[in-house]
């Protein structure tokens, strides 16, 4: 391989050169051109490896059957002066050394000193081909030259820089090691261990485990039957149908995993995480980007910062934390504990208890099997179909339940409260917003501040008793009741009145802003206080 470099004769005048490949000043001088060959066959005795120390050149290896080693070399330099370039080249030395442990082969260049008229030019390289014994073990070390290792059904280390890697068809454990250029690994049956910085690493049907650790380049793992671990920064990172299980780690770019059989961990900062077809369950930290998972055979544990958070189908518990961005999760067949700040969050499908934790984001959790706790500040929060108690706590937000197969208990201000078809009984605090209630099937119990109160969907006579209290102040209380309703009313008010449309047996003295008194057997009771506000009892169903 020839690596043209150039420099004025001035700057060479004296000048002692290190040792690089090539010397150059100027294309237009005249190029005199030296090659030769160099080969040589040695005989591999039981338990000698075979040892390459080289540069300048690139080293080619395939591997037949027989036990011996053939080297060929081709040996060129080219110079602006015939005489020193000659000279030089006749002077390269291949040296090939036998021990009762390995064969050495190694390449010796001269000491490079030159001097030219005016301008001038040289440079040199040799190539290596050669064909070894398959189930020899091999050491390989380059500079400057491509290597590529076919065949080797043995252990190898090999390291380069400034030069391509690629190891096909083999087995027995590899170390390959690079830099400033990529690995390619493909068709190899054992252990797989590679080290590179400022190139691309690709690992493609591996009969064994994997270990990659990257710098300044992607890294592309598929078809990998053993476990899978990768290290990479400033690069994308893709592993495809693996046997796991799989450790990523990652920064600056983007991890990618599909197919992968096992449990998963993933660290990354600073680009997306996206999982998919994972057997087992899922681990994942990352920042500044967004994590997407699903279908995945077990629990999944995310935290992120700054990201998004998207969830679907997983086979487990999820548990789920981030800060600047959403999370969306659907189908968790277990319990999901979810926790956000400064975004929305969406929960839906969830087979065990959801316990929820956002600020300055809407919530909404639907489908939670066995009971949701919601903690919202300055949120909005939706829970519907939720299959057992329900708790929700926010401020500054409207909260909406619906559909609650259990109690249902709200602590929230500076909100609006709606509740519907709620099996259970309902406990409500807010303030500065108002309180609807239809189709509870419990005990009421409401006291909101500043903000009107009304309630539908009593039952009536034939009905279990449930009471009712209402608290209110500063706005109006209405309770909707069936005319074959069955309560004991203690009703007050200030600075406003009572009104009933309904039938009732009086005790004791009535006034405009106090009554004591029966709807039909007045077997529950209905307690009613106001201040500034009217309170109306009117029929309905």
């Known amino acids: 391989m020839i690596r043209p470099f150039r420099f004025t004769a001035a700057l060479l005048v004296g000048l ?48 037949h059957k027989i036990p011996e080693v053939r080297i060929t070399a081709k040996i060129r330099v080219s110079s ?71 065949g080797l059904k043995a252990a190898a280390t090999v390291s380069n820089a400034n030069g391509r890697i690629a190891v096909r068809d083999g087995s027995g454990a590899q170390k390959l090691e690079n830099a400033f250029g990529s690995v390619d690994v493909a068709h190899v049956a054992g252990d797989v261990d590679i080290s590179c910085s400022n190139g691309g690493v690709s690992v493609v049907e591996i009969e064994g485990p994997i270990s990659v650790r990257n710098r300044f380049g992607a890294v592309v793992a598929k078809k990998v039957r053993g476990k899978v671990t990768v ?57 500044f980007g967004p994590v997407e998972l699903s279908e995945t055979g077990g629990s999944v544990d995310v935290q992120n910062s700054n990201g998004k958070i998207r969830v679907r189908d997983v086979k487990g518990s999820a548990n789920l934390k981030t800060s600047f961005g959403e999370i969306d999760a659907v189908g968790i067949p277990g319990d999901a504990t979810v926790v956000n700040s400064n975004s929305s969050i969406t929960l839906g499908n969830v087979g065990g208890m959801a316990d929820v934790r956002g600020s300055f984001g809407k919530i909404m959790v639907t489908r939670a099997q066995k009971g949701a706790k919601v903690i919202g500040e300055n949120s909005g929060v939706t829970v519907a179909d939720i299959g057992g108690t329900t708790f929700v706590k926010t401020t500054f937000g409207l909260v909406e339940a619906a559909r609650i197969d259990g109690d249902l ?44 109160v009304e309630v539908r969907g009593l039952p009536g006579r034939s009905a279990k008793c449930l009471p009712v209290s209402v608290k209110s102040s500063f706005s109006s209380i209405r309770v909707f009741l069936p005319e074959d309703a069955g309560f004991t009313i203690n009703a007050r008010t200030s600075f406003g009145k009572i009104n009933s449309e309904i039938p009732l047996s009086i005790s004791g003295s009535m006034s405009s802003d106090a009554l004591n008194g029966k709807i039909g057997d007045g077997r529950c009771d209905l307690t009613l206080a106001n201040s500034n506000g009217n309170i109306d009892l009117v029929k309905g169903k």
């Open 16 to 63: 002692a050169l290190a040792p690089v490949g090539i010397l150059s000043a100027a294309t237009s001088n005249p190029r005199s051109d030296y090659e030769r060959d160099f080969q040589k066959t040695v005989a591999v005795k039981a338990g000698q490896r075979l040892e390459i120390e080289h540069s300048q050149g690139a080293v080619r290896i395939a591997t």
């Open 80 to 150: 602006s002066d015939e005489v020193e370039g000659k000279k030089f080249g006749e002077a390269i030395l291949i040296s090939v050394e036998e021990t009762s442990t390995a064969i050495l082969v190694r390449t010796k260049y001269p000491e490079k000193k030159w001097t030219f008229s005016g301008t001038g030019h040289i440079s040199f390289s040799v190539d290596y081909e050669i064909v070894m014994p398959e189930a020899t073990a091999l050491s390989l070390r380059d500079k400057f030259g491509d290597v590529s290792v076919e």
């Open 231 to 287: 290290n990479a920064s400033n690069g994308n990172i893709l592993v495809e149908d693996a046997g796991g299980p799989g450790s990523i780690t990652g920064s600056f770019g983007r991890v990618d995993v599909r197919n992968l059989t096992g449990s998963l961990e993933v660290q990354n900062s600073n680009g997306a995480v996206s999982v998919s077809r994972v057997s087992g369950g899922v681990t994942a930290r990352n920042s």
């Open 409 to 452: 208990t709200v602590e929230n201000s500076n909100g609006a409260v709606k509740g519907a078809t709620v099996r259970g009984g309902a406990n409500v605090r807010t303030s500065f917003g108002p309180v609807w209630l239809d189709g509870i099937g419990g005990r009421i119990d409401v006291d909101n501040q500043n903000g009107s």
